[in-house]
């Protein structure tokens, strides 16, 4: 039975043999990627030809929907549609 000093030393051996190989893996596989690397092309200029019919688009008042729910679940009128207009950003 080999003693814990042994056993020491052989995994110190075994995992310097680890690192060897891993080292050469590497190295072998720097060496194979020559070249360089496909980087695509940018991407195209911001196209705002229709920023301002957007932004006429929504000048004017919102609506907006919302759903209420009542703290009661025995409620039938628990689930109602609230509308509601609110101004734009853009005024």
């Known amino acids: 039975m080999p003693t814990v000093e042994e056993k020491l030393q052989r995994l110190a051996k075994e995992r310097e043999e680890a690192d060897r190989r891993y080292n050469e893996a590497l190295t072998a596989l720097d ?3 020559t070249g360089r690397l496909d980087v695509p ?3 195209p200029a911001f196209d705002d030809h ?3 019919a957007l932004n006429d688009m929504s000048s004017g ?3 907006v929907n919302s759903v209420i ?3 009661s679940g025995s409620d ?3 689930f109602q549609i609230a509308s509601a207009s609110s101004a734009s950003a853009i005024d």
Do not use: E, G, Y
């Open 76 to 78: 039938p009128n628990r």
């Open 50 to 52: 229709q920023i301002d």
């Open 61 to 63: 008042a919102v609506a």
């Open 41 to 43: 092309d940018p991407s």
């Open 69 to 71: 729910a009542s703290a």
């Open 31 to 33: 060496k194979a990627v």
